[in-house]
Each structure stands twice: as structure tokens, then as C-alpha cells.
């Protein structure tokens, strides 16, 4: 009997032990993934589109527009504008709302979007040069800047967020305003720096860091850099590369220093909403930090699954065979695609220790077949 209740008591404390765990992780997560009307700098929006009285709302911002005189105050509403509307879309998605209405609200807050982006053509045109040539940034433009890399980024993590909330209908239209942020993103904010390399850095850097989260908090970082370096001109790929670089040892050096990073890590990952395929980079690069490198293999794994499994989903794309557990343990996983966007295989790559070329190396289909040398 002794031993009986010994036993319980340890399976119990174990279970104990486990939830809590999960419920740490799950904290950190909803940290990161929770953006309301107070993160975005706006009031909550309780005039919907779905109220037959919405149209005053617009009345009032078209008002408050007319009344703004200079071209920074209307970008500043614009933008201000934007979080009120992508909010609109929330409340709506959250209350049940008829899909025609969301799709309705999404392309409101679309069209904010390039509102917003006309607005800083005109800023940009209206601003001087100083002797250098370059545009001389007024502390108003500055002071906006910061306010809108912080917003934007959060934008994009709250679109991720919806777009796992939204029935079929409207799932196209959610995607498509994601692209669409995104680039509104990188346009902008170029414009308003001049395409001055160090001065996207800075900013970049300063105030994605600024943001409120957990000690994770960096892979969303991550997954905004990337999406960005795709939306930017070639000046500003190399901030963002920059960026990224520091960032990903910033990361691992958490990761060394936090108790259960591999746990944490992994129950991070594979709950997140964000870019799958961000991710899957993410976890190739931290791969061979000693401390998590068990966890990852499997992060790994279930993350290849979960690409797999959206890119079927939004492609109408045929199944291939998924990797076996024990796929690429000593490479970097890379994801090959045809013009469709459909996977045609996963293909590992196994670096070439033994020779001093950089980069040497071979690539290793999902069958295990060499694919060709790099």
C-alpha cells in the first residue's frame, strides 16, 4: 500500500510538474500573440462595419482628416486609422460575424493601408534636402517612424493570428491583406528613411526590440524581418540581413541561458500562428546549440508536417511522402517548391567539414538521395 501511494503521489507530482510547464509556455506564447486595441495605440472599436451607423464613423475620420493640414499629421492619422480598422476586423471575426461583413472590413482596412502609403509619397515629395542631397527627416516623420515599425510589426502578428480564426470565405482575403501590410510596411518606412541603410538598421533594431513580450519574443522578430526583406529595396535588404544576423545570436544566447529552453522552445514553435517556413529556418540555425538540439529534431519534424499540411490546404497540391524522423539530424533542411507553390520535396543540406571552400556541400532529397553539390 505504501508503495501504491509512493507511486501516486510521484505520477501526480510529475503531471503537476507538466501542466505547469505548459502553462509557462502557454503564457509566453499568448505574451507574444495577444495584440489588443491597447497595444496597437488605438480605443476599442465598437462601431462595426455589421452597424448600420458605421458610416458616420467614416464621416468623422474624413472630418478629422480634412482638418489635419499638414501631410504628417494625415499620415499619422492614416496609420492611426489602419489599427482601427484591422481592430474593426477582430471584433467582428471574434462576435461571429457573417463572413461577407469580415471580408468587407478586411478590405477596409486594405484600403487604409493604401491610403496610408499615398500619404508618404506626399511626405516624402514635400520634405527638404540638405546640402548632401539626402531628405532631411523632421522630428515629426522621425517620431512617426518609430511609432509605425512598432505597430506594423504588431499588425502583422495580429493578421497571423486571425487568419487561423476565419472560415474558408474569408481566408483568402485575410492572406491576401497580409501580403498586402507587409509590403505597405517595407514601402513606407524606405520612403520615409531616403533608402538610408543605417538609419532603417537603427530604427529596425531599436524598436522591434522596444516591443513588449516574452524571452521569445525574438522569433517573431525573426519572422517580421523576414517577411520584410522580401518587401524592401536592395539598400534595405542589407539593414534587415544585419538585423537578422544579431538577432539570431541574441536568440541563441537565450537559449543557453534559459532552464527548459528545449521544451520551451518546441511548445513555442509548433503552437505559434506565425510563418511556418520562417520558423523551419529558425530552428536549422539554432540546430546545433548542444542545449536544445534533441527538442529541435523534432520541432523540426512536426514543422515540416505543418508546412506540408498548409501549402495542401491553400494550393489544392498533392501529398508527398513526409521525411522520416530521422531526416537530415546533421543538416539544414531546405524546402523546394514548383511554380504552383506546391512542395516537390524536402532536401537537406549537409555542409562539407572537410573542405576549406565555403559553402561546400551536398543536397540530400527526403529519400536520401545526393541531389547535386553545392
Known amino acids: 500500500m ?44 465598437n462601431l462595426l462595419p455589421d452597424n448600420p451607423f458605421y ?13 489635419a493640414f499638414s501631410e504628417e499629421k494625415k499620415l499619422e492619422l492614416r496609420e492611426r486609422f489602419s489599427n482601427e480598422k484591422l481592430i474593426e476586423v477582430k471584433n467582428l471575426i471574434e462576435k461571429g460575424a457573417d463572413q ?73 482575403q485575410i492572406r491576401e491583406a497580409k501580403g498586402r501590410q507587409i509590403e505597405n510596411f517595407g514601402e513606407v518606412m524606405t520612403k520615409l528613411e531616403a533608402k538610408n541603410t543605417e538609419k532603417i538598421q537603427e530604427r529596425l533594431e531599436r524598436n522591434l526590440q522596444e516591443i513588449q513580450g516574452s524571452e521569445l519574443k525574438d522569433i517573431k522578430g ?60 529558425i530552428l536549422n540555425t539554432l540546430k546545433d546549440t548542444p542545449e536544445i538540439k534533441d527538442t529541435i529534431l523534432d520541432s523540426r519534424q512536426q514543422i515540416m508536417n505543418q508546412i506540408q499540411e498548409r501549402v495542401t490546404e491553400m494550393n489544392t497540391c498533392s501529398g508527398i511522402a513526409k521525411p522520416a524522423s530521422t531526416f537530415c539530424t546533421n543538416g539544414r533542411v531546405n524546402i523546394k517548391k514548383d511554380a504552383n507553390g506546391c512542395i516537390t520535396s524536402f532536401e537537406c543540406f549537409i555542409p562539407d567539414t572537410s573542405s576549406s571552400v565555403n559553402g561546400g556541400g551536398v543536397n540530400i532529397n527526403n529519400s536520401g538521395a545526393v541531389k547535386g553539390n553545392q
Request: aromatic share 6%.
Open 2 to 45: 505504501k508503495k501504491l501511494i509512493a507511486t501516486l503521489f510521484i505520477f501526480s507530482f510529475l503531471a503537476v510538474g507538466s501542466a505547469l510547464a505548459q502553462e509557462t509556455v502557454s503564457v509566453e506564447l499568448e505574451m507574444d500573440e495577444t495584440i489588443t486595441a491597447e497595444s496597437l495605440g488605438v480605443s476599442d472599436q
Open 100 to 172: 461577407e461583413t469580415v471580408v468587407t472590413a478586411i478590405k477596409n482596412y486594405q484600403g487604409e493601408l493604401t491610403n496610408m502609403q499615398d500619404m508618404a509619397t506626399k511626405v516624402e515629395e514635400s520634405n527638404g534636402t540638405t546640402t548632401s542631397g539626402t531628405i532631411d527627416t523632421s522630428k515629426t516623420v522621425n517620431k512617426f517612424l518609430d511609432n509605425f515599425v512598432q505597430k506594423q510589426a504588431l499588425q502583422q502578428r495580429l493578421i497571423q493570428k486571425l487568419e487561423t480564426q476565419v472560415s474558408e470565405n474569408a481566408l483568402i
Open 222 to 281: 525573426l519572422e517580421i524581418l523576414d517577411a520584410l526583406y522580401e518587401n524592401v529595396s536592395a539598400e534595405a535588404k542589407e539593414a534587415i540581413s544585419n538585423i537578422q544576423a544579431k538577432t539570431f545570436n541574441k536568440l541563441q544566447e537565450v537559449m543557453q541561458s534559459l532552464p527548459e529552453a528545449g521544451e520551451k522552445l518546441q511548445n513555442y514553435i509548433e503552437n505559434s500562428t506565425g510563418d511556418k517556413e520562417t520558423q523551419l529556418d
Open 55 to 67: 458610416f458616420l464613423k467614416n464621416i468623422g475620420r474624413g472630418i478629422q482628416n480634412f482638418f
